[in-house]
């Protein structure tokens, strides 16, 4: 079975610029949640999709956005750009089963976007 | 979310068993603990989860103290592949949201 893949894998943006990430997850898989990651602030939850519907937010402001598709894939967006959206942005996706606790999610190997 | 506890480093030999620590004092009865690593480049991926009871599988073992307050990540024999940064986390039903802290950052010598 294929993994989670992103696209692009790099990715370099002037400031207030905009982006749009792709994300396609394992197939079966119905959540897709999308992750920041800095060397300052770590790994941060950015949100979550399910069913097309966001289901979940982190506490990022409203310029980061998402949606997913009828086929599970979701894209990311980032408007207006700003210096410290450089970052590793990670999608995970899992099957969402709700077994009483968070399903194993399995991570892509990211995009890395670097606002100059 | 409630919060874990993790060591900033720790550091091993290679082929010696290493016990990782991770302390959840305020952990509720429904939290999950789940253990993730990260390798160098890569997206984390995900190592064993349990609730009361230890739990084995094919990567690592987890001890989970009888009042939950702690647990310990334990790989059996270290190899340099293993060295990567671990991550406990408390996860709870009906949410697929990880909340990552700053994790263990495991060093293995050959």
């Known amino acids: 079975k294929a993994g989670v893949t992103q696209t692009p894998r790099y990715l370099i943006k002037t400031r207030g610029q905009q982006v749009t990430l792709s994300c396609s997850p394992i197939s079966g898989h119905r959540s897709v949640s999308w992750y920041q990651q800095t060397p300052g602030q770590g790994l941060q939850f950015l949100f979550e999709?399910?069913?097309?519907?966001?289901?979940n937010k982190g506490n990022f402001p409203g310029r980061f956005s998402g949606r997913q598709f009828s086929n599970s894939r979701s894209e990311m967006n980032v408007s207006t750009l700003e210096l410290g959206d450089s970052a590793l942005y990670l999608c995970?996706?899992?099957?969402?089963?709700?077994?009483?606790?968070?399903?194993?999610?399995?991570f892509g190997p990211g995009t890395r976007l670097t606002v100059l | 979310d409630a919060k874990t506890t993790q060591p900033n480093s720790m550091e091993s030999n290679e082929e010696e068993p290493v016990h990782l620590p991770c302390n959840h004092s305020?952990?509720?009865?429904?939290?999950?603990i789940h253990w993730y690593r990260q390798l160098p480049s890569q997206g984390p991926e995900y190592v064993i989860h349990?609730?009361?009871s230890n739990v084995n599988n094919r990567m690592a073992s987890l001890a989970i103290a009888e009042d939950r307050k702690s647990s310990t990540l334990i790989l059996h024999r270290a190899t340099l592949r293993d060295a990567a940064v671990y991550y406990c986390?408390?996860?709870?039903?009906?949410?697929?949201?990880?909340?990552f802290g700053k994790g263990t950052k495991l060093t293995v010598n050959p």
């Open positions: 305020t952990i509720s009865g429904t939290d999950y």
């Open positions: 995970a996706s899992s099957l969402a089963r709700l077994t009483g606790t968070t399903d194993t999610q399995y």
């Open positions: 999709y399910f069913s097309e519907t966001q289901r």
């Open positions: 349990g609730l009361t």
């Open positions: 986390i408390l996860t709870q039903g009906g949410s697929e949201k990880l909340v």
